[in-house]
């Protein structure tokens, strides 16, 4: 059972983005760091605990909801952003990006900590474009890893209905 005035996480996660982009500014290698906020959601999920990275931890949705409730001009997502078919395509989308962008880094870490660096960065552009155009946090309504933590959650709920 978890106490009332427990503080969450979401309150200042939204530091560990901004240093994220501060020190890989700063030196490239730090890029390698936005790994851990693509596998932690697949982490959460695969230890049976859901969605739990997304409503308590993510430093992009902290961001988000804390930096633009001022600026978004709080419009609801089209149905079709909210769909399974588009957020498969995102995450299928995204993921052969970042696919491509690994296979030609040919095992060179500068070169593959440049590729997070700029995975995550754009996503964090168009998270903040589409919180903008929309309510602060909709990227993590469409947000590719959070579908594809949804899509474990179903699997191994469909798995434990099974046995």
């Given at each position: ?14 530091i560990i983005i901004v240093t994220f ?35 308590k931890y993510c430093p992009r949705g ?15 997502l089209p149905k079709f952003m909210m ?81």
């Amino acid at each position: 059972m978890q106490s009332k005035n427990k503080s969450s996480h979401m309150k200042w996660s939204w530091i560990i983005i901004v240093t994220f982009f501060a020190l890989s500014t700063f030196d490239i290698r730090f890029g390698i760091l936005g790994i851990l906020c693509m596998t932690m959601p697949i982490v959460h999920a695969l230890r049976g605990r859901g969605k739990i990275h997304c409503v308590k931890y993510c430093p992009r949705g902290s961001f988000l909801g804390r930096f633009l409730a001022k600026l978004s001009f709080n419009r609801p997502l089209p149905k079709f952003m909210m769909s399974k078919q588009f957020k498969n395509l995102l995450l299928a989308f995204m993921g052969a990006v970042l696919l491509y962008a690994l296979y030609h880094t040919q095992g060179d870490f500068h070169k593959l900590s440049h590729a997070f660096y700029r995975f995550m960065g754009i996503s964090f552009i168009v998270g903040i474009t589409i919180g903008i155009l929309f309510k602060p946090r909709s990227w993590c309504v469409v947000c590719p890893m959070g579908h594809a933590t949804s899509l474990i959650t179903e699997i191994q709920g469909f798995q434990s209905q099974k046995k």
